[in-house]
């Protein structure tokens, strides 16, 4: 088809061609047409421009019409595109950015957020160093500024009261922090918020700060909060429902409570009893405490908690794990399954164990794993695409000597190669124990047909054992050349550590990473 054949074409059918190409194809096919008919019709599907894979020619050669056409709305860029889209940024209705930042310093970062970032009303930023500097919150949250929408991920920002003006259009947050303190410095200078996103990582220091939870004006626009994480400190919780709850009607709380295990009493009285208008909560408190009793289950059946769903409560006092969560779960991630847990309900209907949102799934391993735990997992995880098995806790050496000493599979599942996992795609053994041990890496090949992801440490000892067999056995060939990602653990005598040569001789296949555990 010509050019003029094409131009001659009736508006209807454009849009049906405009949706089979992505948004770079259409500005170099049609940038240069002088026709306003086809600008306006390509409008649509260029208003949300992705150039955060474009070269710098290519954004400089096609960018600068584009934007001074006024014709995008929505940008995701790199953080290096900066300092070549300030000048035509400024002069364009681009209302709204997505930023990849993957750099330690922020300058660059804070250079553009100073000259446009006043401009927009939506801005997320995804960082992929979450070790870089965390020292944005100055240049987010200016006076004056017109964000409604902001998404920080990937990394922690650090911030003190003084360092952050008031922000009234915000309505929507979703950021990562160290400890609750920065929440209340946030409220206090976002009096319109109505959604509130925080993943708190664990508190670096001994004791977190509480001066700045005095004299706070409850925010009567929020309406929903998720706290996701890891924190020391649930009477800081406890404190930000107490001064902002009776507005909430949405919580989720999915969490890792670090030197604590609570019950549905103490739920009840510092949560449930705060936030007089919830009628949605979700909750996954997860704590590891070792010498802990089991809660009593009947702390949750109380006329409060019957409003809202299911509770489970999961534990293994081997394993020193304690879980408190409502059905349906809403984790795409189990890390407490163990082969001795106990759980116990309080409904007032008949429930199931059905995980269908999780994909990842951790096993811990106290006891040798039986062909029944494989067989709850097929039955109630059905859609985990990646299986971590490690221990608990971190062991001693006399443990770790002792648990070597211990099977790690159970007989019966060890010579039953009829279960299946077929969903699984990525397999991390983790353990600190038997990772020398060819029966039992040849069982979870069988049980994993589709694995193509392996993370684990792979010794002399157990190259050796794969060498003896292979040749004898068609089965283990086939399985480790299907691998396509194999991940090194290296946290062993490092004289027990296999050559590139012997690595690709395992596993020709396979990309090769490395860490340390």
Known sequence: MTKTQLLDLPNEL??????????????????????????????????????????????QTYLPDILNQQNVVALRLHDKQITLLLQYVLLSKIQSMHIFD??????????????????????SITFTDPCGKGDLASHLFQRYCQLEYVNITGRSLFFDNNEI????????????????????????????????KVKFRVEERMIQPTCYFKN?????????????????YFEHLAHFFATFGSTIQCLTINIDLIYNVIDGLRLERELLNKMQCLASFDLIIHSILTHRESIEINTFQTLSWRKFNPIVYWNDIHAHQHTIFTLPYRSNTFKHLSNDFQSTCASNREV???????????????????????????KSFPNIKTLELTNPIELSRFELKHNRTISLLSDVFLSNNTLQLPSIVKFCFLLRSHYDNYQILRRFLHLLPNLVYLQMFIGRSLFHEILKYEHEDNFIRSALNRIETLQMVNFYDGKNILTHEEIHNLFPNAKKLFSGR
């Open 14 to 59: 454009f849009p049906l061609i405009f949706q089979y190409l992505n948004s770079r194809n259409l500005i170099e096919t049609f940038s240069n047409v002088q026709s306003n008919r086809i600008q306006i019709l390509i409008q649509p599907f260029i208003s949300h421009l992705d150039i955060s894979q474009e070269t710098n020619q290519w954004i």
């Open 102 to 123: 993957s750099h330690w310093s922020t300058d660059t970062l804070k250079q553009g957020l100073d000259q446009f970032g006043q401009r927009l009303k939506r801005l």
């Open 165 to 196: 003006s008031t922000c009234t259009k915000l309505t929507y947050l979703s950021i990562e922090l160290e400890g609750m303190h920065r929440v209340f410095i946030l409220m206090k200078n976002l009096p319109n918020l109505q959604q509130l």
């Open 216 to 232: 706070l004006i409850s925010c009567n626009t929020l309406r929903r909060i998720t706290f996701t994480g890891c924190t020391k």
């Open 352 to 378: 199931f164990l059905y995980f269908e949102r999780v994909r990842t799934l951790s096993l811990l391993v106290t006891t040798p794993l039986t062909l029944e735990t494989f067989e709850f997992i097929a």
